[in-house]
């Protein structure tokens, strides 16, 4: 059974940074593409960034520059680093496998307040 846990979202100043992590079980890590997405109250979720194989990653240019992705293969793990926070940051972060028809996780809290 595919599953995705998200994990390390909390309470952040503007400027600070977090770190989370989508920890997978189900599936071989390696062979399938991670997405990071984003949603606030009312509005669709939007694509952050994913990684696909052990290398190959893709991040928005709306959060380029200052949210990387990177997966851990032996932890079974996919991980956003986040920089730079900002008010407008501030969301439900949730990761996928298998596109929007695919699996989610449960999505972890950012709140970006000062």
């Known amino acids: 059974q595919v599953q995705l846990v998200e994990s390390g979202g909390g309470l952040v100043q503007p400027g600070g940074s977090l770190r989370l992590s989508c920890t997978t079980s189900?599936?071989?890590?390696?062979?399938?593409?991670i997405g990071w997405f984003r949603q606030t109250p009312g509005k669709r979720r939007v694509f952050l960034a994913g990684v696909v194989g052990r290398d190959t990653t893709n991040v928005a240019e709306s959060v380029r520059g200052r949210f990387e992705v990177s997966r851990d293969s032996a932890k079974n793990t996919v991980y956003l680093q986040m920089n730079s926070l900002k008010l407008e940051d501030t969301a439900v972060y949730y990761c996928n496998q298998g596109g929007p028809f695919g699996t989610w996780g449960q999505g972890t809290q950012v709140t970006v307040s000062s």
């Open positions: 189900g599936f071989t890590l390696d062979y399938f593409a």
